[in-house]
């Protein structure tokens, strides 16, 4: 993979994040379980996927972006 994927890759999956945030911030208050599944997921695409793909890619990643739930 070249920088151009990885940063493509990067881009689709902190949309897929956002829309997860989404859905989250429409079920909080109704669905206690999925709230939490839709908190998992997330966390785990950011502390696990796109880690993973700045480690291979560092050119990739936002220098000034928080990561939530990640403290490093």
């Known amino acids: ?25 429409i079920v909080a208050d109704d669905q206690a379980l999925l709230s939490a599944s839709l908190d998992e997921i997330s966390l785990a695409m950011h502390t696990r996927l796109l880690l993973l793909l700045y480690l291979s890619y560092p ?7 928080v990561w939530p739930g990640l403290r490093m």
Not at 18 to 24: F, K, L, P
Not at 59 to 65: A, I
């Open 1 to 25: 993979m070249d920088q151009a994927k990885a940063t493509q890759i990067r881009l689709l999956v902190l949309d897929a994040v956002d829309a997860i945030e989404q859905a989250h911030a």
């Open 59 to 65: 050119c990739v990643e936002d220098k000034g972006q």
